[in-house]
Structure formats: structure tokens, C-alpha cells
T-cell receptor, first 114, second 113 residues
Framework: DAGVIQSPRHEVTEMGQEVTLRCKPISGHDYLFWYRQTMMRGLELLIYFNNNVPIDDSGMPEDRFSAKMPNASFSTLKIQPSEPRDSAVYFC????????????FGPGTRLTVT | GENVEQHPSTLSVQEGDSAVIKCTYSDSASNYFPWYKQELGKRPQLIIDIRSNVGEKKDQRIAVTLNKTAKHFSLHITETQPEDSAVYFCAANEGTSYDKVIFGPGTSLSVIP
């Protein structure tokens, strides 16, 4: 398996634009997690899915953020409109069973909002 | 919810010495404690984990200890090597959901050759 795949790897956009980050989890993994990493706040869980269903979105910062998982092999994280404070590295991770097992992280998307 | 604290935030050791990173957690129902290593510019990767039914676990030069009574756990790296230089994150699962883990703020370890 190729591991967790994320695209794009880098995204530079202007404030106010819509940004869509994409993730393909490892085949057969039931859990998918979206994290945001910044120097100030560390590694924050934004939302996670179990069998394509959102379970906990309490980490989503505000209504500008939304996430979907239309099928077992694809998820998106959308920011609309984007703001400079959204600049961060966004990681997607997947896990075979519950979160009590290893999470396999993707390479991340480095987002810069100017 | 769960809160995980980690100390120190930075750690510098000479090659061959040992390194110890300590974490505390707040949720007494937590029962899963993974450690992730993140090299510069790379993704976090699991290096070792421990569950609450054991007090210690070893894997070559890495060991973790858990004290559930005191709600703290530690990572021990012996005979450090330059390739151990990275940011290390401890984490604990939320006792109410078990599905999600909360990460500590990280410890930046530098091993000086």
C-alpha cells in the first residue's frame, strides 16, 4: 500500500479564497483523522470519521471549516473563506480500528494564506 | 476532556547519553498512551505505545513507563544517536470516547555528536 496520500503538498492562496485539501486513507482503515499543526498550538485534532461518518468535529475551529468523507477512500477538508491564521500544516491520518491503534499519517499539506 | 502536558519542551544530550521525556494526563479513564516521533519536515510516526494493563514496555533502545496512579508516563531513550534528533509527542486517548488521542505539545530532542 502507498500509505496515506494527501494533496496538494503545498498550497499558497490569498485571504478570502476557498481551499480544499484532499486525503486518501490506507485501504481497509476504518478511521480517518484530520489534524492541524502549528508552532503555537501543536498538533490539534480537527475532526475524525469512523466508516465515513463524522464522529467528533469539536476541534473544528469555526464554521469556515468543513470536512466530508463521501466514501471509504476519499476525504476533503475545506476552508471557506481562508484567513492568514489558517496557515499551518494539515495532516490526514488513518487507523485500522479505533484510535487506540497506530495512526498512519500522510505527508501533510503546508497551507500558506497571504 | 483530556489534557496532556509534556516536559521538557527542548532537550539536548550528548551522543551515547540517555534522554527522558515526561508526560502527565488528566483523564483517569485514559488507557492508551502512544509516542510519536516527527523528524524535521516529515510526518509523525508511532515509535512505541503502552496500554494501561502494563507498567513498562521496551523496544531496543526505547522504553516507556506508566504510572496510572500518578497519571504520568515517560519515554526513555538509551545510547542516543544523532538520528534520534526529532520532536517527540506523547499522547493519551480520551477516556470517554477511546477513539481519539490528544497530543502533548512536543519535546524537541537534539543529540550532539
Amino acid at each position: 500500500d502507498a500509505g496515506v496520500i494527501q494533496s496538494p503538498r503545498h498550497e499558497v492562496t490569498e485571504m478570502g479564497q476557498e481551499v480544499t485539501l484532499r486525503c486518501k486513507p490506507i485501504s481497509g482503515h476504518d478511521y480517518l483523522f484530520w489534524y492541524r499543526q502549528t508552532m503555537m498550538r501543536g498538533l490539534e485534532l480537527l475532526i475524525y470519521f469512523n466508516n465515513n461518518v463524522p464522529i467528533d468535529d469539536s476541534g473544528m475551529p469555526e464554521d469556515r471549516f468543513s470536512a466530508k468523507m463521501p466514501n471509504a477512500s476519499f476525504s476533503t477538508l475545506k476552508i471557506q473563506p481562508s484567513e492568514p491564521r489558517d496557515s499551518a500544516v494539515y495532516f490526514c491520518a488513518s487507523s485500522l480500528r479505533t484510535g487506540m491503534y497506530e495512526q498512519y499519517f500522510g505527508p501533510g499539506t503546508r497551507l500558506t494564506v497571504t | 476532556g483530556e489534557n496532556v502536558e509534556q516536559h521538557p519542551s527542548t532537550l539536548s544530550v550528548q551522543e551515547g547519553d540517555s534522554a527522558v521525556i515526561k508526560c502527565t494526563y488528566s483523564d483517569s479513564a485514559s488507557n492508551y498512551f502512544p509516542w510519536y516521533k516527527q523528524e524535521l519536515g516529515k510526518r509523525p510516526q508511532l515509535i512505541i505505545d503502552i496500554r494501561s494493563n502494563v507498567g513498562e514496555k521496551k523496544d531496543q533502545r526505547i522504553a516507556v513507563t506508566l504510572n496510572k496512579t500518578a497519571k504520568h508516563f515517560s519515554l526513555h531513550i538509551t545510547e542516543t544517536q544523532p538520528e534520534d534528533s526529532a520532536v517527540y509527542f506523547c499522547a493519551a486517548n480520551e477516556g470517554t470516547s477511546y477513539d481519539k488521542v490528544i497530543f502533548g505539545p512536543g519535546t524537541s530532542l537534539s543529540v550532539i555528536p
